[in-house]
């Protein structure tokens, strides 16, 4: 089955610090990724994809995302946290079923709290 | 970016009376819309994938009678929640894709669905 798992329920980090949030994935073919963010009462907001190409990837606010192949993983990360990324941050993989076209799988979500 | 809009952005109901919620692509036109259901403190679930001009394909679990998805247009997809309940409270978040954009999905800002 294809499916996206992030590791950590929550993540903390100071203002000012590098963040990571952990995403990793279980797909067959080539992967599809992406991340978004939601904030409280909001819909999701693209930050970045994977299609092809190179590995590290950039996206909107600063964040960047390395993808890993060996190790199926796609951690989002900044190298300087803003109190403003506090929000909901979600790792989907794009798949492909038989009768169903094509459509997102979405992982738990980790909530990332930057303390001032 | 394409912009994804959702009318109502909150309603309030008795049990027992029908909620219709809105999806409109306002920027360009969607093939595919995808309605997702998502639980406080839980990721999004997928509930159906609505084409254009034909019957939405729901996914396991999800009762197609009492979900009802009309997606009569390339910029208007409608999901009625039919005889609500309090269980079915929840956050209603819809997406589209773009013709030729396949591998990106762009999102609604979500209805709040309180059934009391």
């Not at chain 1, 796609?74 to 909901?88: I, R």
């Not at chain 2, 159906?48 to 009678?65: F, H, I, L, P």
């Amino acid at each position: 089955a294809q499916s996206v798992a992030q590791p950590e329920d929550q993540v903390n980090v100071a203002e000012g610090n590098p963040l990571t949030v952990k995403c990793t994935y279980s797909v067959s073919g080539n992967p599809y990724l992406f991340w978004y963010v939601q904030y409280p009462n909001r819909g999701l907001q693209f930050l970045l994809k994977y299609i092809t190409g190179d590995n590290l990837v950039k996206g909107s606010y600063g964040f960047e995302a390395e993808f890993n192949k060996s190790q199926t993983s796609f951690h989002l990360k900044k190298p300087s946290a803003l109190v403003s990324d506090s929000a909901l941050y979600f790792c989907a993989v794009r798949v492909t079923r038989d009768n169903y076209g094509q459509n997102f799988v979405f992982g738990p979500g980790t909530r990332l709290s930057v303390l001032p | 970016g394409a912009v994804v809009s959702q009318h109502p952005s909150r309603v309030i109901c008795k049990s027992g009376t029908s909620v219709k919620i809105e999806c409109r692509s306002l920027d360009f036109q969607a093939t595919t819309m995808f309605w997702y259901r998502q639980f406080p403190k839980q990721s999004l679930m997928l509930m159906a994938t609505s084409n254009e001009g034909s019957k939405a394909t729901y996914e396991q679990g999800v009762e197609k009678d009492k979900f009802l998805i009309n997606h009569a247009s390339l910029t208007l997809s409608t999901l009625t929640v039919t005889s609500a309940h309090p269980e079915d409270s929840s956050f209603y978040i819809c997406s589209a894709s773009a013709i030729g954009q396949r591998n990106e999905q762009f999102f609604g800002p979500g209805t709040r669905l309180t059934v009391l």
